[in-house]
């Protein structure tokens, strides 16, 4: 049976997916050299950076606890999660292809991969993902701090580790979303929808206002829209520079 969907969490979604848009258009840019901006060390960016991800992140909690209220099973969670781990690869061959020297070997459709299989387990926890959350987001300070004081923590740095996060130097990649500190935004955004599920068990429901439907659209169709616009801005952008 169709499940009612939160349109108040799709818009959420898909607001971030403009957003990404916006932003990967100006990294688009500057790649090309068409304009001068520091997309990896400039606060203007990488700030920008932080807070779509974390509403991405956000809204992946959300939809973890909606699904399981609404009864989704294990066979329908698997599917999506070979969708989701199957875009991860192609983002990898993609990356290797254009970034050889700094491929996205651990981005964001891969930390959901696994977040996302975390959260299914952990779902039953209630209050608890608050704290666990906080220690989550902690984490990387805590393991940057060790590392410094003990050296032989150091193969944390390596790349056959350092997708956990537990790091004191960030790798070359042109995306990096490691399991620590984002496993605990995804656990913060089950726990409030939790929290708002057992209050107010219809709150999510509310219609968007119609002009809105489109972006709320969207973000329905987050994982389609994510793979497809990075190839569809540099087609365009290569068309607009050859004319």
């Excluded at 979604?13 to 688009?28: E, I, N, Q, S």
């Excluded at 952990?122 to 004081?149: E, N, Q």
């Excluded at 032989?152 to 995306?175: M, Q, R, V, Y």
Aim: proline share 5%; aromatic share 16%; glycine share 8%.
């Amino acid at each position: 049976m169709q499940q009612q969907r939160w349109e108040s969490v799709d818009l959420l979604r898909g607001l971030a997916m403009v957003w990404m848009t916006v932003f990967h258009f100006c990294f688009d840019l500057a790649n090309a050299g068409l304009i001068a901006q520091n997309f990896y060390a400039d606060p203007f960016w990488t700030l920008q950076r932080t807070l779509i991800l974390s509403t991405f992140l956000l809204c992946a909690g959300a939809g973890q606890a909606i699904a399981l209220q609404q009864g989704q099973t294990w066979k329908r969670f698997w599917r999506r999660w070979m969708q989701i781990a199957g875009c991860a690869l192609l983002v990898s061959v993609g990356s290797a292809l254009m970034f050889p020297k700094s491929y996205i070997y651990f981005g964001v459709l891969h930390g959901m991969a696994v977040m996302l299989l975390v959260a299914r387990l952990t779902a039953g926890w209630g209050r608890w993902l608050w704290p666990l959350g906080l220690a989550a987001i902690a984490m990387p300070l805590i393991a940057a701090h060790a590392i410094s004081t003990w050296a032989e923590l150091g193969f944390l740095n390596e790349k056959t580790f350092n997708w956990l996060g537990l790091i004191s130097a960030k790798p070359i990649a042109e995306d990096f979303v490691p399991i620590f500190p984002w496993l605990g935004v995804i656990w913060w955004g089950m726990a409030a929808t939790q929290w708002l599920i057992a209050r107010y068990p219809t709150g999510g429901f509310i219609a968007v206002p119609q002009a809105l439907k489109p972006v709320a659209s969207l973000g329905r169709w987050s994982l389609v829209y994510y793979m497809l616009h990075q190839p569809v801005l540099l087609a365009g952008l290569w068309v607009w520079m050859k004319l």
